[in-house]
């Protein structure tokens, strides 16, 4: 794959320079949960310069679909109303640039862009322009070149333009999620590594299933991800690298093993495993070797993950008789609780941020929880019946976990949820998944 995408950031002389209003006022604030109004934007086709062929589709028709995706991803964030672009007029190519403000005075903003492309394998160039309608000002203009089949990065990314000019936050759309898919009957599921668009498209197997694929985790450079492979008696943590296809053994045991989780350099892989009755975190070289054990105290010691500058470990423990989280230093010195609430906590995971822990909080049911560092401030962002394993977008402001439904036929399905606890959707798979893990951004 070419790069996947060359963001050659575009371009087309004036046309593609980036540009920003000093006097816009549009913004949105991504915690206010009392938010009930979201912000209508208007999302029209995108017009083609010239309507050739491609492998994707005609120019016209990827146009349309651009501006599907762009008005999905930002209706997915739970911050904006958009609409089209179906119900929406065509613009003509020579209107982008010149918007006719006053056909659009019920949206507060508007998306408009174009597709140029000379047809057949030929690059496409996606221009994706935001406007304040009330104040008929410019926000910002971007430009994307692509192959055709890639039309969709170009899409994620102009979403990606638009959720960060209006809420002034990193965005998260043109990212990655790595999940178990499940198929078969609940006691005998097949659990298979599989990749998938944040949106769900694209979706992608990466293991066939002879043996059950666990816990995936996306590097840190996007390049690999890191998961749990059990065939028979042996347990393996793999690396499989994207790129070319293969994975890399990191280390094997007869002893159960769960839960890996790299370091923020990418050079250390931290697991826990049960030795003669006792359940350890450990940490290992990505590229293998004798692993170093981090915690000795008799009890479940299980689910490390670092800090994002590496110096801290959040970890689960039942050594005070049920299960509480703890804070340890890298090192495994200085080992401290910091969870005091009733029910059990499990599955923590730091922030990219640093600002947050979120975990499976067990209270009669299973839901997803966030605090602070240091306990304080714990919140309850969901009340599905059994909500688990949360994992953070790439800017930390929004959460995936898995939603397992009641009975003796119930399925997983992965879903979606931000920090206000408001904004919850699912995430289409083709089968039930399980286990999501948010890559980075795409580089």
Known sequence: ??????????????????????????????????????????????????????????ATELG??????????????GLFDPSGPGGLPAIPFSEVTFPQFDKWGAYQALVQGFVRTTGGEADITVGCYLYDVALKQELTRQGYVVAPRDWRRAAHKCADAIYARLS???????????????????????????????????????????SMALTPRFSPDYKSILYVSYLGSRVRLYV??????????????NNPTFAPRWSPDGRNILFSMAVAGNTDIYRVSANGGTPVRLTTTPGIDVGGSYSPDGSRIIFESDRSGGQQLYVMNADGSNQRRISHGGGRY????????????????????????????????ERT?????????????????????????????????????????????????????SDPAWGPLLP
């Open 64 to 77: 349309r679909k651009i501006a599907e995706v762009i008005a999905s991803d930002l209706k997915g964030s």
């Open 346 to 377: 499990a599955t923590p995971e730091w922030s990219p941020r640093g600002d947050l822990i979120a975990f499976t909080k067990m209270s009669g049911d299973f839901k997803i929880a966030v605090m602070n560092p240091d306990g304080g401030n």
């Open 1 to 58: 794959m070419r790069s996947c995408f060359s963001f050659s950031a575009l371009i087309a002389g004036a046309l593609l320079a980036l540009a920003s209003s000093a006097h816009a006022q549009l913004a949105v604030d991504v915690t206010d949960d009392s938010a009930t109004d979201n912000l209508k934007i208007a999302v029209p086709p995108l017009p083609a310069q010239q309507d050739v062929a491609t492998p994707a589709g005609s």
């Open 240 to 253: 499989y690298d994207i790129g070319a296809g293969k994975q890399t053994l990191v280390t094997e045991s």
């Open 168 to 210: 002034g936050e990193s965005p998260f759309f043109d990212s990655r999620i790595a999940y178990i898919a499940e198929s078969g009957p609940k006691g005998a599921r097949v659990k298979r590594l599989a990749i998938m668009d944040s949106d769900g498209a694209n979706h992608r197997f990466i293991t066939n299933g002879q």
């Open 381 to 433: 962002l969901t009340n599905g019946w059994q909500d688990e394993q949360p994992t953070w977008s790439p800017n930390g402001r929004v959460l995936q976990f898995f939603r397992t439904t009641p009975g003796r036929d119930g399925n997983s399905q992965v879903w979606q949820v931000d920090l206000t606890g408001v904004n919850e959707r699912r995430i289409p798979t083709p089968l039930s998944g």
